[in-house]
């Protein structure tokens, strides 16, 4: 079963405009993060954001911030007033802490491509 | 510090051939992982390490194998090399606390012919 679901292939978006990046987990570990990466097209992996499941606030950095409605299971990835070097591919990721007898390994889902447009 | 290095950065490889990815950490972590990305996909999981000595398998584990005889280090050998392991191998690692981040290798380009 996929742990990690981003359902929005590629995304558009003006440019100073916000958007929503969309990500679903799978868990029954009650103590888990969840992480989103940027992947421009250079290839590099750039980690942007971290929010733990018994964090009591949304995460924020910068630009970006994240949604966790953990009763949902969603851990939505929020752009602020985009720029065009946000055009990259996203992904969102997910680890348990293996209490549960899961394991601690890192997974991430499809990615979301996002292209801002000028 | 040079974080997570990977090498080669590319290879082309014959069908049928062998080669080992090199990976290695300067960070002390003790979770590493190797991931393979095809084109315009997400990363899927070869294997992973928790520490030395222990290797454990990931979604795609076929025709590749790992050993953890370091921390520091944690390569990749590729035994009978086929078109189907065409991809960009991504090393990674991070510490075992669950709030950090996974730090990445700049990724090998493997194309097999």
């Known amino acids: 079963a996929q742990k990690i679901t981003q359902t929005q292939p590629g995304m558009f978006v003006q440019e100073k405009e916000a958007v929503t990046l969309d990500c679903t987990y799978d868990?029954?570990?009650?103590?888990?993060?969840l992480f989103w990466y940027k992947q421009p097209s250079s290839g590099e992996m750039i980690f942007l954001i971290y929010?733990?499941?018994?964090?009591?606030q949304n995460a924020t950095e910068g630009r970006y911030s994240l949604n966790f409605q953990k009763a949902r299971k969603s851990a939505n990835l929020v752009i602020s007033a985009s720029q065009l070097g946000d055009s990259a591919m996203y992904f969102c990721?997910?680890?348990?802490?293996?209490?549960?007898?899961?394991?601690?390994?890192?997974?991430f889902g499809k990615g979301t491509k996002l292209t801002v447009n000028p | 510090n040079a974080g997570v290095t990977q090498t080669p950065k590319f290879r082309i490889l014959k069908i049928g051939q062998s080669m080992t990815l090199q990976c290695t950490q300067d960070?002390?972590?003790?979770?590493m992982y190797w991931y393979r990305q095809d084109p315009g996909m997400g990363l899927k999981l070869i294997y992973y390490s928790v520490g030395a000595g222990i290797t454990d398998k990931g979604e795609v584990p076929n025709g590749y194998n790992v050993s953890r005889s370091t921390t520091e280090d944690f390569p990749l050998r590729l035994e009978l090399a086929a078109p189907s392991q065409t991809s960009v191998y991504f090393c990674?690692?991070?510490?075992?606390?669950?709030?950090?981040?996974?730090?990445f290798g700049q990724g090998t380009r493997l194309t097999v012919v």
């Open positions: 929010q733990g499941s018994y964090d009591q």
């Open positions: 990674a690692s991070n510490l075992r606390s669950l709030g950090t981040e996974a730090f």
């Open positions: 868990t029954s570990d009650p103590s888990y993060g």
């Open positions: 960070m002390n972590h003790n979770y």
């Open positions: 990721a997910m680890r348990e802490s293996g209490s549960q007898g899961g394991s601690e390994k890192l997974v």
